[in-house]
């Protein structure tokens, strides 16, 4: 078995146990912020409120939630696909432990409002510096382990892995670039429109390097070993590899579609979006195809199920994706719960649906056990589903809705609604969005239940066989 | 094949992402903030001023207020003039944000009066009925000035020594409302913007009784919060018994009084509207 073969995988436990905690304080923050929205009552100031609130929220899913099990995969991943050890498990360790004092150093300054307010680089300088110290480590564990591979040949889920550990290291240390003023404050180090390029240059790219290719990484991987059939195309592979990491970087400034920054930054993000679609669609049908004859087992294998409809909504969010980075569509749409709701589609519906096969693949292997029960991974997929769909259709109803409204002109050409107007007519959809996510957590607690048993299973298991 | 040969990957790899980084990213710092975008009148933070973004970082404003307005209709007509890259020369971050949960700030400065502003803060939803931001009464506390100097030489803004004294003794409320008040107002827009009504004006409710309800009920929605609900005045002054005439009245509620500190109500309520309200406003004695 894995240990025989000398793998490092108590730290994948550690790292996957860990994600998953994370993973909840995400999914209770977000639940409670969507509360929040819908009754003001509930902010509780200073630390409780929506604006310190919502980047522990996010910081949690991306950096606690996500980073986090890539961790766990990619080393996971990488030792199989070199047929080589870790280089350093003990640095793997030192990694696992930095990791859960930096997010939860994160945690902390947040809701004390130490805040950068870059979406997604909001952690003060010296917590942002842990992170770089953290991915360096991470990065060196893994390519080392890459370099006295075994195996000559690397397979697809490799070239991801290395442009993520890249990517996120360039995107990072640019946009988080500081002028400090003491421990817990500090400036941008870029003014007005440059800051803003910059930072969206990071944000959108954070959604390739960190909500893209390390997904992706594991799809490739589990896919195949969920099915027991290869990969329908390596060529396909090949090319849809190259153009992501070229064309993704072109892209940023479509957040910033009619602010201050030059038009023809605008345009080519606008352009280079659209492009987007090929390379993500290939990804897409390199996994349909891979079906071909297997297609039964969306009904068989539950694993099969959570891959195939998180690369479903792979597909669904790089069409809407491109669709929003329209100058018209975003005119209409940007700045409302459209957002969101396409937002949560990528995160809920593709990065964690893929996240919970993995690891319903792997602890099971790990633990040298059985899955406790695959009925209530069956529970735990329908209602995330569920959860997910409400939540994403609901703010893409009130996001047009809002737009229509903020739209509106009198036969003079005179505004009909004020903001205020068309603001509280989304309450119901706020109400909507809430239930959804309680139904998303109630999901991922019947998932916890099924993960917390197969250990706890497998332990007694273990015991009973000692003795 | 690079397949076999990681080294060489990853530096094909990271060249393949750089392409777009340097062109899309890097080359703009040449053009954007260029000096001839630059605009005279935009000024840097004064220390009072920068201790209020500061305290509209920590809270995390950005994640419901934008700041930019965008050169469509439906912004420019809601918020104002649009907004121009050498208006943000100072703002280190920049705080243009991604989510509309509340109204666009850019060009709130001058849009309100500061105690409108302190009675909003402490309780929005006595300001703006249904609104859902979270009430800032805490902001009342004493504001940390340790850190005020610093900050101006971090960022090379100039100040005095007078500048720092005079921190002495505000509030983080004061702070934040001082940032308030700059924001989007360093360029002249509301003058030029300033919506001047040519021609004869006539009230097209005038002696309509019918048209009170809706006049009275559109006064609690939008204007009692200043003026009062008996009309009598508390941040606005005393309405009653007023003796100017209808088209005068509606110039006020249409464009505002920006000496006075009265909003602009014209994208609000519209003409129509605007004249019911003048109607009831003129239709309200003291006896």
């Known amino acids: 078995m894995n240990q025989q073969e000398g793998y490092a995988d108590d730290i994948v436990k550690g790292f996957v146990i860990w994600s998953m905690v994370w993973g909840l304080v995400a999914v209770l923050v977000g639940v409670f912020i969507s509360f929040q929205i819908a009754f003001p009552q509930l902010n509780f100031p200073p630390y409780l409120t929506y604006g310190r609130l919502r980047p522990i929220h996010t910081n949690a899913g991306i950096f606690g939630w996500g980073i986090g099990s890539f961790m766990a995969f990619f080393i996971y991943i990488t030792q199989r696909l070199t047929r080589t050890s870790l280089w350093s498990p003990g640095l793997a360790k030192a990694q696992l432990w930095l990791f859960n004092i930096v997010i939860a150093l994160a945690a902390v300054t947040l809701a004390m409002g130490m805040n950068r307010s870059k979406e997604y680089a909001e952690l003060e300088w010296p917590v942002a510096s842990l992170v770089v110290v953290l991915w360096v480590i991470f990065a060196v564990n893994i390519v080392m382990t890459i370099v006295k591979r075994r195996e000559e040949q690397m397979y697809i889920s490799l070239w991801y892995i290395l442009a993520t550990l890249v990517g996120v290291a360039v995107l990072y240390l640019v946009n988080n670039a500081a002028i400090p003023v003491s421990l817990t404050k500090s400036y941008s180090a870029y003014a007005g429109a440059n800051d803003a390029n910059v930072q969206w240059w990071y944000g959108h790219n954070a959604v390739a390097m960190v909500l893209t290719t390390p997904p992706l990484a594991i799809f490739y991987y589990f896919l195949p070993k969920a099915t027991g059939v290869p990969i329908y195309s390596h060529r396909m592979g090949v090319i849809a590899f190259w153009s992501l990491i070229f064309m993704y970087l072109w892209t940023g400034a479509h957040h910033l579609l009619w602010a201050p920054v030059p038009d023809w930054v605008q345009t080519l993000a606008m352009g280079f979006s659209v492009m987007l679609i090929a390379p993500s669609w290939a990804a897409v049908f390199n996994g349909y195809f891979s079906m071909n004859g297997q297609w039964h087992q969306m009904r068989e294998n539950y694993l099969v199920k959570f891959l195939i409809f998180g690369i479903t909504f792979y597909g669904l969010q790089t069409l809407q994706g491109p669709s929003q980075s329209i100058r018209t569509f975003s005119a209409f749409i940007h700045f409302t719960d459209w957002v969101p709701g396409h937002v949560h589609m990528g995160t809920l519906g593709w990065v964690s649906l893929v996240l919970f096969a993995a690891i319903y693949y792997t602890i099971p292997r790990l633990y040298h056990s059985e899955i406790y029960s695959i009925g209530l991974a069956n529970v735990h997929f329908w209602l995330v589903l569920t959860g997910q769909l409400i939540f994403s259709i609901t703010m893409w109803i009130a996001g047009v809705q809002q737009a229509a409204m903020l739209n509106a002109t009198n036969p003079d050409g005179s505004l009909h609604y004020s903001f205020i107007e068309t603001m509280v007519e989304l309450y119901p959809y706020w109400h909507m969005r809430a239930v959804g996510g309680v139904i998303y957590l109630a999901g991922l607690l019947v998932f916890l239940y099924n993960i917390y048993q197969t250990i706890a299973g497998a332990k007694t298991q273990a015991v009973a066989q000692r003795a | ?287």
């Not at chain 2, 971050?93 to 509340?102: E, I, K, T, V």
């Not at chain 2, 805490?138 to 004294?165: C, G, H, V, W």
């Not at chain 2, 309405?239 to 005439?245: G, I, S, T, Y």
Request: hydrophobic letters at 35%; proline letters at 7%.
């Open chain 2, 1 to 287: 094949m690079i397949e076999k040969k990681p080294i060489i990957f990853l530096l094909l790899a990271t060249a393949t992402i750089l392409v777009g980084t340097i062109i899309t990213m890097v080359l703009p710092f040449r053009w954007i903030n260029d000096p001839k975008l630059a605009i005279a009148s935009v000024k840097p933070y004064t220390p009072l001023q920068l201790e209020g973004r500061d305290i509209y970082i920590r809270e995390g404003c950005n994640n419901c207020h934008t700041q930019t307005v965008r050169p469509l209709l439906s912004d420019t007509e809601r918020y104002g003039e649009y907004s121009k890259s050498g208006e943000f020369v100072y703002d280190q971050p920049f705080l243009w944000g991604s989510r509309r949960n509340g109204p666009d700030l850019a060009r709130i400065g001058g849009k309100y009066p500061d105690a409108w502003h302190v009675k909003h803060m402490k309780d929005p939803r006595s300001m703006v009925p249904r609104s859902n931001m979270p009430a800032y009464d805490f902001l009342n506390r004493p504001l940390d000035t340790s850190l005020s100097e610093k900050k101006m030489k971090a960022l090379k803004f100039p100040y005095t020594p007078a500048d720092i004294q005079a921190l002495q003794g505000k509030s983080e409320m004061d702070a934040i409302i001082a940032y308030m008040q700059k924001v989007g107002n360093d360029i002249p827009w509301r003058k030029t913007g300033k919506t001047e009504v040519l021609g004869e004006m006539k009230n097209p409710f005038q002696d309509n009784m019918s048209v009170l309800p809706e006049g009275q009920k559109l006064y609690a929605e939008h204007c009692a919060q200043c003026h009062g609900i008996e009309l009598k005045g508390e941040v606005g002054p005393d309405l009653r018994d007023m003796d100017q005439p209808d088209a005068k009245v509606f110039a006020s509620v249409y464009s505002g009084i920006a000496a006075g500190g009265m909003p602009a109500f014209g994208d609000t309520l519209g003409k129509e509207r605007t004249w019911k309200v003048v109607t009831y406003l003129k239709s309200v004695h003291k006896h």
